[in-house]
């Protein structure tokens, strides 16, 4: 019972991290000042110089979320825990909450003759993501800590999916160096598979 209460409180402390990576997203999407907007048209213009910040907020909500939903699914999987395991949980946390940087990054620069390092940034933070979700799930297979074996035989799943994973972002963040936008285009629509996957999955 002890061990189910330590990671019921894990897990909730787990959901106020991704809450609150999720509400910093929207720190970068400025409404346009007032000041030199003399017109309707001069708004909409203004607005629309916003595109790749909003762009860029909605594929890293979606990447938070998709990636809370996988957490959820996880901590399904396991009822015990382990010190390498809260520590490997932190790091995984660790990735989630710095992903507000690169997407802004990405917002500010998409457009510009400067947009590689952002997209360098942006593919190399999801590909630690997934190192993250390797050393959870092989702190959780090496501890023993699945509920039971169809549980163990799932967390091996995820296991290889993080190897997976960390390769092709790793791949997409160092070809993002000759073709930014892209890997932005296909950074994108591995994200929206992912989405359209997870909405499948029970």
């Keep these: 019972m002890a061990d189910l209460h330590s990671n019921t409180r894990l897990e909730t402390f787990c959901d ?3 809450a609150i990576a999720l509400t910093l997203l929207i720190i ?3 409404i346009p000042t007032s000041e030199g907007i003399g017109t309707t048209r001069q708004l909409w213009l203004a607005l629309r110089h916003l595109g790749p910040s909003i762009f860029a907020f909605v594929l890293s909500f979606a990447i938070i979320l998709i990636t809370w939903v996988n957490h959820h699914r996880f901590f399904r999987l396991v009822n015990k825990s382990s010190g390498p395991f809260v ?3 932190g790091f995984l946390l660790l990735t989630v909450v710095f992903m507000p940087f690169p997407t802004g990054l990405v917002g500010e620069y998409l457009l510009t003759d400067h ?3 952002a997209v360098v940034i942006y593919n190399s933070v999801t590909a630690v993501n997934a190192v993250g979700w390797i050393l959870v799930t092989g702190a959780a297979l090496r501890n023993g800590l699945a509920k039971d074996e169809q549980s163990a035989v799932l967390v091996r799943d995820g296991h290889r999916n993080g190897y997976f994973a960390s390769v092709v972002y790793a791949l997409l963040a160092l070809t ?4 930014p936008l892209g890997v932005a285009i296909v950074t994108t629509m591995l994200w929206a598979y992912w989405l359209a996957f997870s909405l499948r999955t029970d």
């Design 87 to 89: 520590y490997a949980n």
């Design 16 to 18: 106020g991290v991704f």
């Design 115 to 117: 947009v590689a390092p």
């Design 176 to 179: 993002a160096v000759w073709f």
């Design 28 to 30: 970068d999407i400025k």
